[in-house]
């Protein structure tokens, strides 16, 4: 019986036996992580107050600018490529150095962000704790993605865990007992620091990590592949910052913290579909051709997502108001932009799996042009709505931006999975 478990939870050996294994080590490492945070943020939100809190998620907006294209979608394809190439070397090595050398990159344009902002002598230590974090974060989200391609998601869970060890530690001895905007900057730096060293450890027990086995050539086809999904950075921005920079631009910061507290508790809920779709991924990848079986495993994917996209909207319309008085009358604002606000999981979480499936597909260019006519949609409804109505104008602009965005999607999946030579190549 105890060799039935271990075989069941440590070894690879079909696809389905591996889709419940590493979906239960991501839910057991990944959740409970996710939900440290969540209680960290909220804390901290509460001990900071509105304005406070506002400055330093605009702050994180501010400096997230100079991030938009860091992501160029390394890790994705990181995943993909360790499936479908022969060198693994070559892969994991040639990923490291497109991460090390856009980060390079990223780290300067930060820095000028910072320079030039005109509220520089309020932002730029926090912002400078915060662009270091950034930095830090990428890199051991690329170590963490080692683990999810050799289908190691157990050994992820265990970085999870040493990262929720260190998480409570650094915010009680650094924020909680000394709360201020710069205590909150540096309490995110100290535990990405330590986790990336941790990552990096386990990461080179199952593969070689090497710079000399990079390769030019597939560093080339690396970016090329990767510019579709490069440019989801700056859709990401528009779905999910330029927001806060309009609210403060017409509202000031203390709105900015409003929204902050109640986009951070929502849209925190976004690592449920993750979780699946990073263990879908490989599966799909290796499966692209057997079209029936892919199409199978969507639908049973797009109906558990929006299941639960539309449960945890009804159970958040119905414990806020419980919740609020956590926060203070300071906060009281929030529960209706919490409330309406998650009616947004419904189609985002469906959204996010099938933007893997084009992923798996090699239609990542083709997915970028759908997002970014939603992601347009979003810019304008904010630009018209956030002056005339406020905080809900920025909720109701990001609800419907994302119902355009996952018809659009999912329209484009149906016709790849009917092209048959899509699927042959």
Same mark, same amino acid.
């Given at each position: 019986?105890?060799?039935?478990?271990?075989?069941?939870?440590?070894?690879?050996?079909?696809?389905?036996?591996?889709?419940?294994?590493?979906?239960?080590?991501?839910?057991?490492?990944?959740?409970?992580?996710?939900?440290?945070?969540?209680?960290?943020?909220?804390?901290?939100?509460?001990?900071?107050?509105?304005? &406070?809190?506002?400055? !330093?998620? %605009? =702050?994180?907006? @501010? /400096?997230?600018?100079?991030?938009? #294209? *860091?992501? $160029?979608?390394?890790?994705?394809?990181?995943?993909?490529?360790?499936?479908?190439?022969?060198?693994?070397?070559?892969?994991?090595?040639?990923?490291?150095?497109?991460?090390?050398?856009?980060?390079?990159?990223?780290?300067?344009?930060?820095?000028?962000?910072?320079?030039?902002?005109?509220?520089?002598?309020?932002?730029?230590?926090?912002?400078?704790?915060?662009?270091?974090?950034?930095?830090?974060?990428?890199?051991?989200?690329?170590?963490?993605?080692?683990?999810?391609?050799?289908?190691?998601?157990?050994?992820?869970?265990?970085?999870?865990?040493?990262?929720?060890?260190?998480?409570?530690?650094?915010?009680?001895?650094?924020?909680?007992?000394?709360?201020?905007?710069?205590?909150?900057?540096?309490?995110?730096?100290?535990?990405?620091?330590?986790? &990336?060293?941790?990552? !990096?450890? %386990? =990461?080179?027990? @199952? /593969?070689?990590?090497?710079?000399? #086995? *990079?390769? $030019?050539?597939?560093?080339?086809?690396?970016?090329?592949?990767?510019?579709?999904?490069?440019?989801?950075?700056?859709?990401?921005?528009?779905?999910?910052?330029?927001?806060?920079?309009?609210?403060?631009?017409?509202?000031?910061?203390?709105?900015?913290?409003?929204?902050?507290?109640?986009?951070?508790?929502?849209?925190?809920?976004?690592?449920?579909?993750?979780?699946?779709?990073?263990?879908?991924?490989?599966?799909?990848?290796?499966?692209?051709?057997?079209?029936?079986?892919?199409?199978?495993?969507?639908?049973?994917?797009?109906?558990?997502?929006?299941?639960?996209?539309?449960?945890?909207?009804?159970?958040?319309?119905?414990?806020?108001?419980?919740?609020?008085?956590?926060?203070?009358?300071?906060?009281?604002?929030?529960?209706?932009?919490?409330?309406?606000?998650?009616?947004?999981?419904?189609?985002?979480?469906?959204?996010?799996?099938?933007?893997?499936?084009?992923?798996?597909?090699?239609?990542?260019?083709?997915?970028?042009?759908?997002?970014?006519?939603?992601?347009?949609?979003?810019?304008?409804?904010?630009?018209?709505?956030?002056?005339?109505?406020?905080?809900?104008?920025?909720?109701?602009?990001?609800?419907?931006?994302?119902?355009?965005?996952?018809?659009?999607?999912?329209?484009?999946?149906?016709?790849?999975?009917?092209?048959?030579?899509?699927?042959?190549?």
């Amino acid at each position: 019986m105890i060799n039935k478990y271990k075989n069941l939870l440590f070894q690879n050996l079909n696809d389905r036996q591996i889709f419940f294994k590493n979906s239960f080590w991501r839910m057991a490492g990944v959740l409970p992580n996710k939900l440290i945070r969540l209680v960290i943020i909220l804390l901290a939100a509460r001990e900071l107050g509105p304005t &406070l809190f506002g400055t !330093y998620n %605009y =702050a994180v907006a @501010l /400096v997230t600018l100079a991030f938009i #294209f *860091s992501d $160029w979608g390394i890790n994705i394809l990181l995943i993909r490529d360790y499936q479908q190439q022969e060198d693994k070397k070559r892969v994991v090595a040639t990923a490291l150095l497109a991460r090390l050398g856009i980060l390079a990159v990223t780290l300067l344009v930060a820095l000028v962000i910072l320079i030039v902002a005109p509220d520089r002598g309020r932002l730029f230590v926090p912002g400078l704790i915060i662009v270091l974090t950034l930095s830090v974060g990428h890199v051991k989200e690329l170590f963490n993605s080692v683990f999810l391609a050799v289908q190691k998601a157990e050994l992820e869970a265990k970085i999870f865990l040493f990262d929720n060890f260190v998480s409570v530690i650094s915010f009680f001895l650094v924020f909680y007992f000394f709360p201020s905007v710069i205590n909150l900057a540096l309490v995110y730096l100290i535990i990405n620091l330590f986790v &990336l060293v941790f990552s !990096y450890y %386990y =990461a080179r027990r @199952l /593969v070689v990590i090497n710079l000399r #086995f *990079s390769s $030019w050539s597939f560093l080339k086809q690396l970016l090329k592949n990767g510019l579709p999904l490069s440019l989801f950075g700056i859709l990401s921005y528009i779905f999910f910052s330029t927001d806060q920079l309009i609210l403060k631009h017409y509202l000031g910061y203390t709105e900015v913290g409003y929204y902050a507290l109640a986009s951070r508790l929502v849209l925190s809920l976004q690592i449920l579909p993750s979780v699946l779709n990073n263990v879908i991924l490989p599966i799909v990848s290796q499966n692209v051709a057997i079209v029936e079986k892919n199409r199978a495993i969507i639908k049973r994917g797009l109906l558990w997502l929006g299941g639960v996209g539309a449960g945890l909207t009804v159970l958040i319309f119905a414990i806020t108001p419980w919740l609020m008085p956590f926060f203070g009358p300071q906060y009281a604002a929030t529960t209706s932009l919490i409330q309406w606000l998650s009616l947004i999981l419904i189609p985002m979480f469906m959204t996010s799996l099938l933007d893997h499936v084009l992923i798996a597909y090699n239609q990542q260019k083709q997915d970028f042009y759908l997002t970014a006519i939603a992601a347009v949609f979003n810019l304008i409804l904010s630009l018209v709505l956030i002056p005339r109505i406020g905080l809900i104008g920025a909720v109701g602009a990001g609800i419907t931006s994302q119902t355009i965005n996952f018809a659009l999607t999912g329209f484009w999946v149906h016709r790849v999975l009917k092209n048959k030579k899509i699927c042959s190549a």
